[in-house]
């Protein structure tokens, strides 16, 4: 086994019992990239030296590939867009300070959709990521090299965020273990803002282990981010011990699993996962989340209406790219903007921007809040019921480059996965099987309660040993 191939908790062994050092394991995963990023494209940029420089200097840590909207001090943080082209980044990210001191180090900056906006990385400004299980075919988004870069190997493992999938449905895509913390869970300070009201940092790793090892060390209150409650974190890893199905009672929302357009071989591999669980030990509970339909369009009020103020800031004065044909203050803006977002970003800046306008406000802000208190209220009630939820991850394996041509179509992508975003609690995407005739790897969805994450993470691990 090559040095690349190693998951975190494997490398961690490795560097304990001083059968190679972090150098050793960083040179590795550069050879890798050096072999395998111009077909996949996971990565935008590495840097080499500083890798090696962070590797010398703290000989048992792990490196760690970073999503491109996560500063990272003297590294390049553009989000995929050309309007932080050539931007650094002068200060870490607290999730980056923490991975500092519990024996990780950042190394590399993988692709994603421009701002975390989309569900293939096509709307990347900056380059294109391939799926490692095929080359044609999308590696999901908007964390999606993080997930082609686990996925492929060239990473031991990944940051990623989640707004309303971006962890789990590229995860599920590429074939990883993708966790998206509750909201709060983990310090969004330094992390560049989406949709605030949703955004989280997660961890994209080989196994449901590593997931715990670098949830672990990345979640906890943080004063710079408000959001995040003095609750102690709990030790995820112990919590994985003895993980075992028997007595869980695993809902079945009707809402995910009887759906129109599902493929065939994501229900399939859903239904086989669902007996597999009963298989051991579990008990299936049928339950209805009944505001479900809801969903997709709250987020597309929500979401775009708080990017479109987080993105405001992006103006050619302060950061990234200023444009060379501004003649005054209004064109500086203007231009700068037009020229430096693509076409994604610039329709929800425009959704955004629309729904919170006076007069609007109301009909679509004002209620798609409301309508987000139902679909939380939902998951409250039927968690009184079960210890988690499994539904798909995704209505599809990884499509193919351009197939999805409408954003409508690709907004749909996200069916499953942003009820949880808008409620604020902890879901994970775990491999689950590959389709038949194409060969493509498929997660499901495993939800639990609001800062549950150890029993979300006790029931993924019982859940992988059932199906390697
Ligand atoms: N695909 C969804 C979107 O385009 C979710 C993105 C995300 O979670 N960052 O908004």
Redesign the pocket.
Known sequence: MELFELGIKAAQDGLAKGEFSATELVKSVIDRYHAKNAEIGAYLTFDEEQALALAAANPKSVPIAIKDLINVEGQPCTCASKILKGYVSPYDATVVKNLKANGFIPCGRVNM?EF????STENSGLGVTRNPYDLARVPG???GGSAAAVGGNLCIAALG???????R?PASFCNCVGIKPSYGRVSRFGVTA?ASS??QVGPMTKTVEDSAILLKALAGHDEMDGTTPHDPVPDYVKALEGASLKGVRVGLPKEYLEVAGLDPEVKRITDEAIARCEAAGAELVPVSLPHTEYAMAV?YII?PAEASANLARFDGVRYGHRSAQAKDVYSLYTKSRAEGFGPEVKRRIIMGTYVLSSGYYDAYYGRAQKVRTLIKQDFDRVFEQVDVLLTPCAPTPAFKFAELQDPLT??L??LF??PS?LAGVCAASVPAGFTKDTNLPVGVQLICGGFEEERLLKICKAFEDISK
């Not at 975390?116 to 569900?119: I, K, Q």
């Not at 965020?161 to 962890?167: K, M, Q």
């Open positions: 959709d975390a906006m989309g569900s988004g908007s964390s965020t989640d707004t309303g999938g971006s962890i449905q989406f949703l955004d987020y979401a690709m907004y992508n996200d996965t942003i975003s």
